[in-house]
């Protein structure tokens, strides 16, 4: 085949399942060039997430569990954009813009669904603008920050009250994400706190919050739970069960039953749902999830193919559906690079036969749960043991392995790190300068932005039959953009600056949010947009 004849595979999602299909996929295309394979993930790097919750204690560094895919996947085309669209009728996925404002649409031939879950806070008020989710590094980096800042205010507040409201931690969720997270918080932030003059060990108080009658209750056999159970209870975790969180706000957890809980710290680990564009997509689907074979090609398709969290996968000989977890994912992945070459090579194509090797799930202070194959059940430092030599050597790359058993060794010589890292954040609103002549967005770009001129004076271009004119002109106090915004659609006229401009930018997310909850401004803002239309109806 001629370059211009290759065929592309395109994976969305750089967790598990999309690392690993393109990881497969690169070990057995060595020798081809007839397909070119395409990674679309947000970050370029991968994230071992079994081990992130070490990161919140600092038992292992914020980067020793990342690996960069380019490292990964040398051989793999890799866009690390945002997916905003993906159209199974012409074969085109559509990426979110880079410095250009202009989507890129990416053609496939084939697709693999990739894209996990997204933490999902719908129907739940106040989690989303006050509880800390748990999903990624961010997640993981920014939960460790605001743990430091706690304590460092704590240590200093006079008030008992506002004291005790620091120094008290909630968790929501009792499987293995909440149970890790909530056990090394625990060892952390005791640890630590014996270092600040103004606050002791015993102050702290940690609370697991689960719906069931024991944690890990679908993870692990009763006894696993019950122990588990008992060894956070030792080390101070409170463990309230068959308890919901039911909202959060500035300073409090509230619960189902009404009691609140003064907190400025609450986690939640729970609900999680498939990657809001699985919704969008007109594929056979159930329990929110795209329904594959037991090939991992999606019913009734034949270029696309799903996996992971994302995807329902049938469980081999039984009436039942694969868990979400990274051992299923990675053979899944290895599965779906086989099977995608056997379709385009139009030789039989294989079913999916792993049934699991086991769980584990660490407790932090040197001790853990497993319950592996031939009903073998472990706990205690055993456990723990087990638990990191089988995910040390998991780890890709071996500058990773290095990195984290170092890491691990030296946790064991020496104290805990407290350093709090004040990485900037980005305002909701940004300043912006332009000199005369530059433009600040151009006819066809994507709405991105609300503008609001602080000072200066733009005007607005049109372009019709390859001829561009001036159409209006706005001066200090107007604001311009609205109509992308409104109409999701791209913009319809340029915007260029006439003398020195300063202006105020608000991005499309808090626009929207701000308009679907201030009803008199969006219908100020439409009443606007339909003057200027009437105006011109090119101007944006």
């Known amino acids: 085949m001629t370059v211009s004849q290759k065929q592309r595979i395109v994976i969305l999602g750089g967790g598990f399942g999309g690392v690993y299909t393109a990881i497969y996929l690169e070990k057995k295309l060595k020798y081809r060039a007839d397909i070119e394979v395409v990674l679309v993930s947000k970050e370029n790097y991968f994230v071992f997430q079994p081990m992130l919750a070490e990161v919140v204690s600092g038992s292992i560094g914020i980067l020793d569990t990342v690996s960069p895919l380019r490292r990964l996947l040398p051989r793999t085309t890799l866009f690390i954009r945002d997916v905003e669209e993906i159209n199974l009728e012409q074969k085109t996925v559509s990426l979110s813009p880079g410095f250009r404002p202009r ?16 933490t999902d806070f719908r129907g739940l008020p106040g989690l989303y603008e006050h509880a800390f989710p748990f999903k990624n590094l961010a997640d993981a980096v920014a939960l460790r920050n605001h743990l430091i800042h706690v304590l460092e205010e704590a240590s200093i507040e006079p008030d008992p009250a506002m004291k005790k409201e620091l120094l008290t931690f909630v968790i929501a969720g009792g499987g293995f994400s909440g149970v890790e997270v909530a056990a090394e918080m625990n060892d952390f932030l005791r640890e630590v706190a014996s270092r600040y003059r103004g606050l002791k060990r015993e102050e702290i108080h940690v609370i697991l919050l689960h719906s069931g009658a024991r944690i890990l209750e679908r993870e692990l056999a009763p006894d696993l739970g019950e122990y588990a159970q008992n060894i956070l209870r030792k080390r101070g975790v409170d463990i309230r069960l068959k308890t919901r969180l039911r909202t959060a706000s500035q300073n409090a957890a509230i619960l189902q039953n009404g009691e609140v809980i003064p907190s400025k710290t609450v986690v939640s680990t729970v609900p999680s749902s498939p990657h809001p564009l699985i919704d969008t997509l007109t594929l056979p ?20 193919w799903a996996l992971g969290d994302c995807a329902l996968v049938p469980y081999p000989g039984a009436d039942k559906f694969c868990p979400p977890t990274a051992q299923h994912a990675t053979r899944q992945a290895e599965l779906v690079a086989k099977n995608l070459l056997a379709s385009i090579d139009n030789k039989p194509r294989q079913t999916f036969q792993f049934t699991g090797l086991g769980k584990m799930g660490s407790l932090g202070h040197r001790s853990a749960v497993a319950e ?29 392995k290095l990195r984290v058993g170092i890491s691990w060794f030296i946790d064991l010589l020496l ?26 967005f151009e006819q066809g770009d994507v709405g991105d932005c609300l503008y609001i001129l602080v000072k200066g004076e733009v005007e607005i271009l049109v372009t ?17 953009g609205e109509m992308a915004l409104l109409k999701h659609q791209s913009r319809s006229a340029s915007v260029r600056c006439v003398t020195p401009v300063e202006l ?13 909850n201030l009803a008199d401004l969006r219908t100020s ?14 101007e944006p």
Request: without cysteine.
């Open 103 to 118: 989507q890129m649409i990416l053609p496939y031939d084939h697709l693999v669904l990739a894209l996990g879950t997204v």
């Open 285 to 304: 689907k159930e329990r929110g999830k795209v329904s594959v074979d037991e090939t991992l090609q999606v019913v009734g398709s034949t270029s696309v």
């Open 372 to 400: 592996i194959i031939w009903g073998i059940k472990l706990s205690g430092i055993l456990a723990w043991f087990f638990w990191r030599t089988v995910y040390w050597w998991k780890l890709p790359g071996l500058d990773r």
């Open 415 to 440: 104290p805990a790190d407290f350093v709090q890292l004040k990485l900037t954040e980005k305002n909701a609103i940004a300043q912006a300068h332009y000199e005369p002549g530059e433009m600040v």
């Open 464 to 480: 019709q039959d390859g001829e561009q004119k001036s159409v209006a002109h706005l001066r200090e106090g107007e604001y311009f």
């Open 504 to 516: 105020l930018m608000l991005r499309r997310g808090d626009f929207q949010s701000l308009i679907s």
């Open 525 to 538: 803002m439409e009443s606007v947009m339909e003057k200027r239309l009437l105006t011109d109806p090119q």
